[in-house]
Structure formats: structure tokens, C-alpha cells
């Protein structure tokens, strides 16, 4: 089993910048893909973005030039990195892991609110 706890959420004005942070613990050796994952209370848990162990990503078409995924492999940890935040990136952000996708493991999320 991997537990992964979550971090760095909160309330953002439009325009601004949150970084997330999310650390793995437990069977660990298990991870290959580590990511982020986000969800309304309207719409699918939709993926933002992923990273392979040796940092490979890829990014939702909605983020890609704001976001950005990063690993430390050392630390057991993903970070997502998020600029000119717009409302609608307004949703629960959920930590993922797994030997590959789609994920086996989830966070409990953090909320990330973007509103003036």
C-alpha cells in the first residue's frame, strides 16, 4: 500500500500561484508514475498532469504553459507548480500514483479556489 498526503491548496486571487505538494509513503518501490488529477463537482475527475520516474510528463492541454510537474525522487514527493491560475482551474486537486496509468492510488485532495 502507498499512502500519499497532499499540501499547498487554498484560495488564489485570478492571475496568481500555488504550489502543490504531495508526499508518498509505504510501498513505495511500487511507484512509476507519480500525478495530478482534478475534479468538480460538475465534471470527471479529469488528469492535469503526470511525471514517470525518469521525468517524463505530460500535461492537460488546459494547463500546459502555466503548470508545471517536478519529482523528487529522493524525497518521495511531486510538486505541481501553478501560475496565471484562472477560475476555472477552481476544483478538488488530487494527488496519484501507481506503477503506471491509470493510477492505483489517490490522495485525499486539496482545494484549490481561484476567485477574486
Known amino acids: 500500500q502507498v499512502r500519499l498526503v497532499e499540501s499547498g491548496g487554498g484560495l488564489v486571487q485570478p492571475g496568481g500561484s500555488l504550489r502543490l505538494s504531495c508526499v508518498a509513503s509505504g510501498s513505495i518501490f511500487s511507484i512509476g508514475v507519480m500525478g495530478w488529477y482534478r475534479q468538480t463537482p460538475r465534471n470527471q475527475r479529469e488528469l492535469v498532469a503526470v511525471i514517470t520516474g ?30 496565471s491560475l484562472k477560475p476555472e482551474d477552481t476544483a478538488v486537486y488530487y494527488c496519484s500514483a501507481g506503477r503506471t ?11 484549490v479556489t481561484v476567485s477574486s
Open 101 to 111: 496509468v491509470p493510477p492505483t492510488y489517490w490522495g485525499q485532495g486539496t482545494q
Open 54 to 83: 525518469g521525468s517524463t510528463t505530460n500535461y492537460a492541454d488546459s494547463v500546459k504553459g502555466r503548470f508545471t510537474i517536478s519529482r523528487d525522487n529522493a524525497k518521495n514527493t511531486v510538486y505541481l507548480q501553478m501560475n
